[in-house]
């Protein structure tokens, strides 16, 4: 992290089918070794998916699972005198969509399931419907935000 300017974030490219950057985020994400039209031929067969079970335009699904997994509070540890402390803190926006994604992806490919597409939107499905793993890994993470509010105090 440079010390004297602030780092420039990059502005992301809408994606090219639903014109959404936090669709192109999700490729991003879901990409490996720079196989980028396999990332998208991915999140679009689930995305077809998502539409054919749920009878929903699936950016609307995929815009409230987002939602659902978002977290608002989360911990950070902090040293004071020789003891580390879980501080709970608010996690601002582009923070929150990092975190959601993320946990979105890990849990999809840690699914059970015959393809990725197949897995990516089985998940995404249970995060619509507030199930799921990373709808749990949410509410975990304020649920120990809400154990330690006593140690508030402690931000700066």
């Given at each position: 992290?440079?010390r004297?300017?602030?780092?420039?974030k990059?502005?992301i490219?809408p994606?090219?089918?639903y014109?959404?950057?936090?669709?192109?985020?999700?490729?991003?994400r879901?990409m490996?070794?720079?196989?980028?039209?396999?990332?998208?031929?991915?999140?679009?067969?689930?995305?077809e998916?998502m539409?054919a079970?749920?009878?929903?335009?699936?950016l609307?699904i995929?815009?409230?699972?987002?939602?659902n997994i978002?977290?608002?509070l989360?911990?950070?540890?902090r040293?004071v005198?020789?003891?580390?402390y879980q501080v709970?803190?608010?996690?601002?926006g582009?923070?929150r969509?990092?975190?959601?994604?993320?946990?979105?992806?890990?849990f999809s490919?840690?699914?059970?399931?015959?393809s990725?597409?197949e897995?990516?939107?089985?998940e995404?499905?249970?995060?619509?419907q507030?199930?799921g793993?990373?709808?749990?890994?949410?509410e975990d993470?304020?649920r120990m935000?809400?154990?330690?509010?006593?140690?508030?105090h402690?931000?700066w």
């Amino acid at each position: 992290m440079p010390r004297r300017n602030k780092a420039t974030k990059r502005v992301i490219p809408p994606d090219p089918i639903y014109g959404n950057t936090t669709v192109t985020s999700l490729v991003n994400r879901i990409m490996m070794r720079g196989k980028k039209s396999t990332a998208e031929r991915i999140v679009y067969g689930a995305f077809e998916i998502m539409e054919a079970q749920l009878k929903k335009p699936s950016l609307e699904i995929f815009d409230q699972a987002i939602k659902n997994i978002m977290p608002v509070l989360e911990v950070k540890p902090r040293r004071v005198g020789g003891a580390t402390y879980q501080v709970p803190i608010e996690v601002e926006g582009g923070r929150r969509l990092t975190l959601a994604i993320r946990w979105l992806t890990n849990f999809s490919r840690a699914r059970h399931g015959h393809s990725m597409a197949e897995k990516l939107a089985a998940e995404l499905i249970d995060a619509y419907q507030r199930q799921g793993a990373s709808v749990k890994k949410r509410e975990d993470t304020h649920r120990m935000a809400e154990a330690n509010k006593a140690f508030a105090h402690y931000r700066w």
